[in-house]
């Protein structure tokens, strides 16, 4: 290799060294969530998932989604669970209840890693709708919401917009949305 030339790679790993320390990791809940992490290191963080985090140690489902997946989250928010009728969260949280917490959570996850773009395609190929199967083994439908963002629209009919896309983690990508989708 001559000289010139490692001169020119040199500078070239230091511009992309440089610009990947720059960039940010994205932030939910007021804290950046890191690629390196798993899905629960990096949701526990988040002061905007304290319910979903609460729901999923109460379901006994940490060591799944600490494994290594990959799998698609979309995360409700606090707000989105406070739309649930007054109750249902103190409900579903109770040990009588996990198996129907457990069902609800799962609804919220795919298997694999989803990111916006692979749903777009998928919106796309599939004429405006792409579906996808849960964990649980329902169905979400993924459409384009103004064109730009992604909506569920769950088995009962309940919709929620993906707020927060591309969240990306070491075993999977999270998506939040604004509204508990409920299966059947």
Do not use: C
């Amino acid at each position: 290799m001559n000289r010139k030339f490692a001169v020119v790679l040199a500078i070239a790993a230091i511009a992309v060294t440089s610009a990947v320390a720059g960039m940010k990791n994205p932030m939910v809940g007021g804290q950046e969530m890191y690629p390196t992490k798993n899905i629960i290191e990096n949701a526990v963080n988040s002061a905007d998932h304290t319910t979903l985090v609460a729901a999923v140690k109460a379901a006994g489902l940490v060591e799944t989604l600490e494994g290594p997946g990959p799998f698609t989250v979309f995360a409700p928010t606090n707000e989105a669970f406070a739309k649930l009728p007054a109750g249902t969260v103190d409900t579903l949280l109770k040990p009588e209840n996990k198996a129907t917490l457990t069902k609800v959570l799962t609804y919220h996850v795919v298997s694999g890693r989803w990111s916006a773009s692979d749903l777009k395609k998928q919106i796309k190929a599939g004429n405006g709708t792409a579906e996808l199967t849960t964990v649980e083994g329902g169905k979400l439908w993924a459409t384009l919401h103004d064109g730009t963002h992604i909506m569920l629209k769950g088995e009962k009919g309940g919709t929620a917009l993906v707020t927060i896309a591309n969240v990306f983690q070491s075993n999977g990508v999270i998506h939040v949305i604004d509204t508990v989708v409920m299966p059947n």
